[in-house]
């Protein structure tokens, strides 16, 4: 059964850092594409970032492009989310989130795809 747990979230200043971890099991990195996402108060879920192991192909939202990074280690079956320069507009419940795939391809932003989802983690950004 696949499980994941996200943690590493927290309350943290503009322009800080932080690094979101989501320990997975039951599955194995290369039959699954590795996602997050993030969803503010009243507002949808939307995608942040997501890595096709397989193939080694990602993805990241427009609005956090060039200020987070996904990476993973396939050893620990840990994924990461690392958030840099955050700003008041990332604060949210970050959620990861896997979905099986048989065959290499790229990421699917739209959550509906996505197989397995964890419980979140809160990241609030102060200014």
């Known amino acids: 059964q696949v499980q994941l747990v996200e943690s590493g979230g927290g309350l943290v200043q503009a322009g800080g850092s932080l690094r979101l971890s989501c320990a997975t099991s039951g599955l194995f990195f290369s039959n699954y594409i590795l996602g997050w996402f993030r969803q503010a108060p009243g507002k949808e879920r939307e995608f942040v970032g997501a890595?096709?192991?397989?193939?080694?192909?990602?993805d990241y939202g427009d609005y956090v492009k060039g200020r987070f990074t996904i990476s993973g280690d396939e050893v620990k079956n840990i994924l990461y989310l690392q958030m840099n320069s955050l700003v008041p507009e990332d604060t949210g419940v970050y959620y990861c989130?896997?979905?099986?795939?048989?065959?290499?391809?790229?990421?699917?932003?739209?959550?509906?795809?996505?197989?397995?989802w964890g419980q979140g983690t809160q990241v609030t950004v102060s200014s």
């Open positions: 989130a896997v979905e099986f795939t048989a065959r290499q391809r790229a990421p699917s932003r739209s959550a509906g795809a996505y197989d397995y």
């Open positions: 890595i096709a192991w397989n193939g080694n192909r990602s």
